[in-house]
């Protein structure tokens, strides 16, 4: 049985979501009828927005809603722990459900205090728009997003398993975890802890192998939240959480900020996992290798240094190839350098592939990102 599409976004069964956006201020909510096993992954970065110590408190009760502000992070702000609270205490007089299981993110400009009024006649306004149908994830998507060009929700469906997700990153995105909120639902009738380990492999082998512009942010949060209305096997479960979350990652990286091409780079042949995931990330990562790529110049010279700086490899034996619109061509083979003009054409593409085997072992990862352009300096240079 393969997977499959359904067009339901986040609101799977009895799920229901909304969204309203006025100016930068966005509300949305993520509402169930009952209380739902409940896991969650955050950031790595020491400084962290106050809605993720929370959220980090309380997961274990199970969440029933979720209140999501976008621009405002509620990072860095003395308040912040206290003004979060507020907006579980907000949401939770709204739709008549105690604030314990209620969790609250945020997103947008850090070090400024939460318009808590705005916020509660946003959520208000939200509460009153609730919906089970796709027009409702739509709507709590869009409210979430800040420079993001492009609204990300997917849902699949697996051997009778339902996954769905919004999402908002484009921008301060890097690997171990990467710059986003994402919010899943499912159906699936598993425990938290069953939920949480799988839920922290996903984001391991998908948001952890996303990179934009190598900035970590203070409020990387994904939230995964189940009815338990179908019984499965976390095998099954798993398989579908990974491509759901990869699916989610691949959204990100095609809407970076500025970005006019899409990355997938798979590193091939490597000793170890680890040399695997390390020289491919160096590759996604490097500012060379991404302005060459908007360039569309074939400069392979970026690509085995970025390797090089990460890991130990044999230049003599290592293959490039890069892929897009149909066409392959070898930029090196066996440590020889092959005729470039093929290349160039391939780099016109919008999506590209790059594809380095070292030849030394079996192990290989994929990783996922895009270029790099004076789009992205002139949007962060005015972001405020």
Not at 179 to 200: D, H
Request: aromatic residues 6%.
């Amino acid at each position: 049985m393969d997977i499959k599409g359904i067009n339901s976004g986040i609101c799977i069964d009895n799920f229901r979501a909304s969204g309203i956006k006025e100016e930068k201020y966005g509300i949305a909510l993520i509402v169930n009828d009952k209380i739902c096993e409940t896991a969650g992954v955050f950031t790595t970065n020491s400084i962290k927005g106050a809605h993720i110590l929370v959220d980090r408190k309380k997961i274990e009760n199970g969440f029933q809603a979720i209140v999501i502000n976008s621009g405002n992070a509620n990072a860095c702000v003395k308040s912040g722990i206290r003004d979060a609270k507020k907006m579980c205490e907000m949401a939770g007089r709204e739709l008549s459900i105690d604030p314990r299981h209620i969790g609250v993110a945020s997103t947008g400009i850090i070090g400024r205090k939460l318009n808590l009024e705005k916020i509660k006649d946003l959520t208000k306004k939200a509460s009153s728009r609730l919906s089970d149908s796709p027009e409702g994830s739509k709507g709590a998507a869009k409210a979430i997003m800040t420079t993001d060009t492009k609204l990300k929700q997917i849902s699949f469906e697996y051997k009778g398993i339902k996954i769905g997700g919004i999402a908002k990153g484009a921008g301060m995105i890097a690997p171990d975890l990467a710059t986003m909120l994402c919010f899943l639902t499912t159906n699936a009738a598993l425990n938290r802890k069953t939920l949480q380990n799988a839920l922290e492999r996903a984001v391991n082998d998908s948001f952890n192998l996303l990179v934009i512009d190598g900035d970590m942010s203070t409020n990387d949060t994904v939230i995964l939240m189940s009815n338990g209305k179908k019984s499965c096997n976390s095998k099954d479960f798993q398989y579908l959480l990974n491509y759901v979350t990869r699916e989610m990652a691949k959204l990100m990286a095609r809407d970076g900020e500025g970005a006019t091409k899409f990355l997938e780079v798979e590193l091939q042949g490597a000793k170890t996992v680890n040399d695997a995931r390390a020289g491919a990330k160096a590759i996604v990562s490097s500012s060379l290798v991404k302005t060459a790529v908007f360039g569309e110049n074939p400069n392979w010279g970026r690509i085995t240094a970025a390797i090089g700086s990460k890991i130990k490899f044999d230049f003599e034996k290592t293959d490039i190839l890069l892929e897009s619109m149909g066409e392959s061509a070898y930029v090196v083979k066996k440590g020889r350098v092959i005729d470039l003009d093929k290349v160039r054409d391939i780099l016109k593409g919008r999506d590209i592939r790059i594809i380095v085997n070292l030849n030394s072992g079996k192990e290989k990862a994929m990783v996922w990102g895009c270029d790099l352009t004076p789009k992205y300096v002139e949007i962060n240079a005015g972001y405020n």
